[in-house]
C-alpha cells in the first residue's frame, strides 16, 4: 500500500498568485481541507505571521482537532521544499517542552505547474512514508482523515486565489 495520497486540480490563476497564498500563514486557515463550507478546520491560525521565504524555515500554527489529548494545541512546521513558483513542502512537528522539536515523519507537498499565464495545475500530495509504526498505531487509520480532505483544500486554495 502507498503511504502518499494526492489530488490535483486546476486554477484559474497565475502559479505566483498561488503560490503567494500558500507562503502566507495567515491564509492556511482558509485553505484548510478539514474545514467544509462556511465552517473551521484543523487549522486555526498562525502564531508566527512571517511569509515562508526558504528551506529550513519553521512557521507554527495553532490547531484544534476533537481528538487530540488536549483539543488545541500547536505545530511547529519545517519548509522541506522551497521553488517558488513552482514547489513548497512542509514537514508538521512539536515542541514536547524541552525546546527541541520533533517531527513526525508527514509531509504536505505542493507542486504547481502553469498550463498557460492565467492557468495552473495545483497538486497537493500528502505523504506518510517515514511515520514511525508506533506514531501509525496510534490511530484507527492512516492517514487519519478522508481522502476528500486533499480535495477540499484545493477546492478552497481556489476559492481564496480566485476571490
Known amino acids: 500500500m502507498s503511504a502518499t495520497i494526492s489530488a490535483s486540480t486546476t486554477i484559474k490563476a497565475p502559479a ?9 500563514p495567515e491564509k492556511h486557515a482558509a485553505i484548510d481541507g478539514g474545514a467544509r463550507t462556511g465552517g473551521v478546520g484543523w487549522v486555526r491560525g498562525p ?46 512537528g512539536y515542541d514536547p517542552g524541552d525546546g527541541n522539536l520533533r517531527f513526525g515523519g508527514w509531509i504536505w507537498r505542493y507542486g504547481l505547474a502553469p498550463l498557460s499565464p492565467s492557468e495552473t495545475e495545483v497538486r497537493l ?3 506518510w512514508s517515514a511515520v514511525p509504526e508506533d506514531v501509525r498505531q496510534r490511530f484507527q487509520q492512516w492517514p487519519p482523515f478522508s481522502p476528500d480532505h486533499l480535495d477540499n483544500s484545493l477546492t478552497r486554495l481556489a476559492q481564496l486565489v480566485v476571490a
Open 16 to 24: 505566483e498568485a498561488i503560490f503567494a497564498a500558500l507562503v502566507d
Open 47 to 92: 502564531l508566527d505571521r512571517q511569509p515562508l521565504t526558504a528551506s529550513g524555515q519553521i512557521f507554527r500554527m495553532a490547531m484544534y482537532h476533537a481528538n487530540h489529548p488536549n483539543g488545541n494545541y500547536e505545530t511547529a512546521n519545517r519548509v522541506q521544499v522551497f521553488d517558488p513558483p513552482h514547489a513548497i513542502s512542509w514537514e508538521p
Open 125 to 127: 500530495s500528502y505523504d
